[in-house]
Structures are given as structure tokens and as C-alpha cells.
């Protein structure tokens, strides 16, 4: 059985975070469901990303709801991060993954303006995008690319996103699998 | 004027250097258009990646062949590049971009398997991604992450997008303006 992945996003997600996360994530076979968050409606669930592209997701986070994940990561972007904190559902989601030793990821604006306001990141150490990190009550690891804590995992901005996306293969699946995809996606990971 | 920058895909484009491209160049404020290389239809024009997201374009190719653009780059994915190499407008498009001295570019699969047999890689020298190395003519640069060779320039993988799209911007507009626009991104550009 494949692990199981929940990306929410909303309109200004970050184009580069998201399509990193799901296409890394389905390189090492993972399932992912890429999910709107808005209201189902009789069209596709398409979001308008922060650079005008726009993505067509899996499916509606509230067709989903009912399912559990492996790991809910959460892609950046402003708008993105401010429409995701305002959902409820994933909101409660996110608590329940945390509650129940689940893994639980976010990249750029999202842990400073989802995890740090909800108390996702009580007991935890995290980073975020730089002109943001003011907001993280612990700020002692905020210039690493990555920072793994507990089941938290947190990173900084587009240009760590597939830095991001193997960390979270390796800590699903392996550090050997995460190697292989770095390798095979020609990923540099700096030291 | 901002420059113009034409970006043509088809199923199967990989989704990080499609999105990588694209985003990072509008963050320097270049005038990007995605535009799928099928026939023009009813529905808007969105492409399925080679990991399964499905990508909305800004426009069809065929609508936009008489623009001129200061670049033409292209995404890869094994699929996606067949593609491009069987559209016949395309192939002319790069060939005028040629000639007339004007940026062309390819990533992954795109320079072995679009430029290379179409003559666009002749008198250059370029990268490509590893496993279709043996189909370049000149393979001198083949282990640099980005090679630039007169108005060609051709890069790797996913892992080697971004930095790929920040040479573009270099030699589009400045060195100072993709080094603003590395940092605001958090690349990690190997020396």
C-alpha cells in the first residue's frame, strides 16, 4: 500500500511549491491528492496560482474529508497561506494529524500564517519564507532550508521546495528512495 | 517593454521545469505564454504533465504563431518533447529564431529530442538530460547544469529548472536581476 498525501491549496498558491510537492512525491510512488479548497461546484476544481498559472487539482478537500492521510503538506504563496488558515475543515484536519502523530508539512508563507496562528507549531521548531519569520514563536532554526521536528516539517520558499519534497519522501518512505529521486531529478542539495 | 517569452508544451511536459520556467521569469516581470501546441478546440487549452497535474495554458500556439518573442524555451518530459518535435509550425518557429540571432531553449529531454535532430543544436554546444546524452553531437558540456552556447541554451532535469530559468532571466535582462530574483526565491545555485 502507497502512503497517502493531502496537498490543500487555494488561489496564490506558490506555482514552483506545489507542482515540486506532487511531482516529487508521485516520483517515489506516493499517492497524492492535490485538493481545492473551496466549495464543490459543477466545474473543475482549478486554482489560479500566485504567478497566473492555473492548476487543475485532484479533487475537493470536502470530498475528501472523511479520509485519512499519511501526510497533509501545505504549499505557499500569501494568498494561498491566508485562504488555507481560514478553512476550517483542514484547520481541524491539520489538529487531528498532529493529535495522532501524523506527519504534517508546510513550505514558505504557510507556517508562519496557517501552523503558527492554530498552535501547530506549539512544541515544535520550524522556518519559514524569510520576511515572514518574525511570526514563528521560535525562531532558532529559521535559516536552515528544512527543519524536521517531531512530525512537523517545515521550509522556506520555491527555491527549497524540492529540498523540501525529498525530506518528506525520505521520512515516509527512506533516505535510500529520497537519494535515488535526488538523484534522478538531478536535485543539488546543499550541506 | 517587458520581453516576450513563448513557452510551448504538450502532454506529458514535466511539471516542475514547465512551472519553474514559467514562474520564475514573471517574477522578472518577462511576458511569459504557455501555449499547448494542439489544434485549437471548444475548451481551454490545459496539457496533462508527466506526473499527472493537469496545467491550464494561456493560449494555443497555433493562435499566437505570427508574435514575434525574444525567447522560445522548452520544458521536457519524454512525451512532451516527442511532441514538440513533430509540430511542424513549432520547428519552423525555432528555426526563424535561429537564424535571426534570438534566444531558443531546452531542458531534460527537450534539446536531445527537439533540437538535436531538427539541426537547432548545430554549431553549439549543449546539455541534456543523462539518460538521452548519447544522442547529442557534441557532448563536451554534457555534465554542466546549464550550458549557454551563442543564443542556445539548454539545461538537465527538474533539479537543474530553476537555475536554468535564472540564466534566462540573465541573459534576457541582467545578472543583477536573476541574482534579485534568486534570493527572493531561496535558490541554491551550485558554484
Redesign the interface.
Known sequence: MHKTVLVPVADGA???E???I???L??AELNVT?ASIYQKGPESP?IK????????CDNYLESILGQDFDLIALPGGLKNAEALSQCQSLIQKLEEQKKAGKWFAAICASPALVFEPHGLLKGEVGTC??SLAEKLSNKSKIEQ?VVVSNNCITS?????A?EFALVLIEKLISAEKSAQI?K?????I?K
Open positions: 506558490e506555482e514552483i506545489t507542482v515540486s506532487v511531482d516529487t508521485r516520483r492535490l482549478i496560482g500566485s504567478r497566473n498559472i492555473n492548476i487543475v519564507f524569510p532550508r522556506r520558499g520555491p527555491g527549497t524540492i535526488a534522478s531529478m538531478l536535485a543539488y546543499p
